[in-house]
Structure formats: structure tokens, C-alpha cells
């Protein structure tokens, strides 16, 4: 759960995006062929940081909150933030 501000901070994945890219992409200089993507500098690093309640490791780079515990409390895990109210919800683990 992450809020609009957010989005452009979420980790990439390391193969592109087969329907977006094309052989402009490639001619621009956009995207080298060949180019080896996980040996780039800002990897995703899967256990690098660690939830503020539960203390498992979290799947983005920079979040607060793992994804359960952000659901839980209707925040962006990122930064936080209150996205939604959760009060009238039938949560199971609250």
C-alpha cells in the first residue's frame, strides 16, 4: 500500500518492461544492448531495512512498514502516511 507521492520511489525491476520497450528506445541511448541490469549501482537489496512494528525485513528500499502491517493500519509504507480509514474494515489481524 503506497501513496501517490510514493509511487516514484518504489524499487525497479532488473529486466525492462517488454511492452514499453522498443528498438527507439535503443537507438535514442536510452537502453544499451547487453547491458548487464543487476550489476548496475542501486540493486534491489531485499533485506535492507526493517518494519518499525514487527521487525521483519521489508520488500522496498526506504519503506517503514512491511505490507502487512501497512495494510493493517491503512498507511503508506513508505513514508507513513494515512491513506485510508481502516475502522469500518473486518480485519482478521488487527
Same mark, same amino acid.
Request: proline share 4%.
Given at each position: 500500500?503506497?501513496? =501517490?507521492k *510514493?509511487?516514484k /520511489?518504489?524499487? &525497479?525491476?532488473?529486466?525492462p518492461? +517488454?511492452f514499453?520497450?522498443?528498438?527507439?528506445?535503443i %537507438?535514442?541511448?536510452s %537502453?544499451? !544492448? @547487453?547491458?548487464? &541490469?543487476l550489476a548496475k549501482k542501486g540493486r534491489f537489496?531485499?533485506?535492507q531495512? =526493517?518494519?518499525?512494528d514487527?521487525? $521483519? +525485513?521489508?520488500? $522496498?528500499?526506504?519503506?517503514k512498514?512491511c505490507h502487512g502491517?501497512?495494510?493493517k /493500519? @491503512?498507511a503508506c509504507? !513508505? *513514508?507513513? =502516511?494515512?491513506? !485510508?480509514?481502516t475502522? @469500518?474494515y473486518v480485519?482478521?489481524? &488487527?
Amino acid at each position: 500500500m503506497v501513496c =501517490k507521492k *510514493c509511487e516514484k /520511489k518504489l524499487s &525497479k525491476v532488473a529486466a525492462p518492461d +517488454p511492452f514499453t520497450s522498443s528498438s527507439d528506445s535503443i %537507438r535514442s541511448g536510452s %537502453r544499451k !544492448i @547487453g547491458e548487464n &541490469k543487476l550489476a548496475k549501482k542501486g540493486r534491489f537489496s531485499p533485506y535492507q531495512g =526493517k518494519c518499525k512494528d514487527c521487525k $521483519q +525485513p521489508t520488500t $522496498q528500499n526506504s519503506a517503514k512498514y512491511c505490507h502487512g502491517c501497512a495494510y493493517k /493500519k @491503512g498507511a503508506c509504507s !513508505i *513514508c507513513g =502516511k494515512a491513506i !485510508i480509514d481502516t475502522s @469500518g474494515y473486518v480485519m482478521s489481524s &488487527k
